[in-house]
């Protein structure tokens, strides 16, 4: 049986974020990942500036239909 889930590794024990369905003292293998992050491309102040401009500019110039579709937090959120 493969299960995937996240953990939080807290006081040297991997802590499931939610419940699992499995038996006490069962033994698992864990593959750890750490999160990726990707630091910013553009360090110039004045540059990011200018981005950040343009982009608040086009999401202002296309604002979301009234009728559009309402998304569930599920909808929105990747479940595996």
Known sequence: MTQRM???YRDGAFLPAVPCDLPENSEVELVVQEPTTHGPS???PDERLRILRRVTGRM???PLPADAPRFSRDQ???RR
Do not use: K, S, Y
């Open 6 to 8: 996240r953990a939080v």
């Open 76 to 78: 929105l959120h990747e």
């Open 42 to 44: 553009v360090t110039d």
């Open 60 to 62: 202002r110039g296309n």
